[in-house]
T-cell receptor
Framework: GIQVEQSPPDLILQEGANSTLRCNFS?????LQWFHQNPWGQLINLFY???GTKQNGRLSATTVATERYSLLYISSSQTTDSGVYFC??????????????FGRGTQLTVWP | NAGVTQTPKFQVLKTGQSMTLQCAQD?????MSWYRQDPGMGLRLIHY???????DQGEVPNGYNVSRSTTEDFPLRLLSAAPSQTSVYFC???????????FGNGTRLTVT
């Protein structure tokens, strides 16, 4: 498979603070996605970003595929941003096409 | 659109029982997949399908069967439940490979 490492594992912020979450992966990928799992367990797709930079409101993501990492930026954090953030990748070669591998996530807690 | 619908939401089984977790999507997505989520483990791929009539194994396929007779439905069958299959199961779909993945709300399964 492919190794996906997310850091930090836990992050605690005051409302209004900014944060950066990192995803490192061990091989070339053609598919990278970020997800947010809210406290009720729902998984929401934030970004499909195999390369480049995207922004959606207070969230933005950058993937540098040649250096095998992706970053998720959260600005002016709100309590509703709390939950677990997952990075998932798919290798771009071999028998694992179609398989999306998830990291173990970053648990974010935002206090009012 | 209802999106990805999973039933049931909760299920308790005894060891050795069989059951089917249902997953349906109304977005005409070609790609569908099943994941299990265990504490601290992220999400692990069980089986996936790139279209009707085509299925393949993921990371943790043992003890589970799938079929894809229609584009809309992708049921997951547990043939003989074991306590190790206690987990939260998520079904997901996307228009095609390498496109944003959409998750259902999950099924919490307990095997006693």
């Amino acid at each position: 498979g492919i190794q996906v490492e997310q850091s930090p594992p836990d992050l605690i912020l005051q409302e209004g603070a900014n944060s950066t979450l990192r995803c490192n992966f061990s091989d070339s990928v053609n598919n990278l996605q970020w997800f947010h799992q809210n406290p009720w367990g729902q998984l929401i797709n934030l970004f499909y970003i195999p390369s480049g930079t995207k922004q959606n409101g207070r969230l933005s993501a950058t993937t540098v595929a040649t250096e095998r990492y992706s970053l998720l930026y959260i600005s002016s954090s709100q309590t509703t941003d709390s939950g677990v953030y997952f990075c998932a990748v798919e290798r771009n070669r071999g028998s694992t096409l179609g398989r999306l591998y998830f990291g173990r996530g970053t648990q974010l807690t935002v206090w009012p | 659109n209802a999106g990805v619908t999973q039933t049931p939401k909760f299920q308790v089984l005894k060891t050795g029982q069989s059951m089917t977790l249902q997953c349906a999507q109304d977005m005409n997505h070609e790609y569908m997949s099943w994941y299990r989520q265990d504490p601290g483990m992220g999400l692990r791929l069980i089986h996936y399908s790139v279209g009707a009539g085509i299925t393949d194994q993921g990371e943790v396929p043992n003890g589970y069967n799938v079929s894809r007779s229609t584009t809309e439905d992708f049921p997951l069958r547990l043939l003989s439940a074991a306590p190790s299959q206690t987990s939260v199961y998520f079904c997901a779909s996307s228009p095609e490979l390498d496109s944003p993945l959409h998750f259902g709300n999950g099924t919490r399964l307990t095997v006693t």
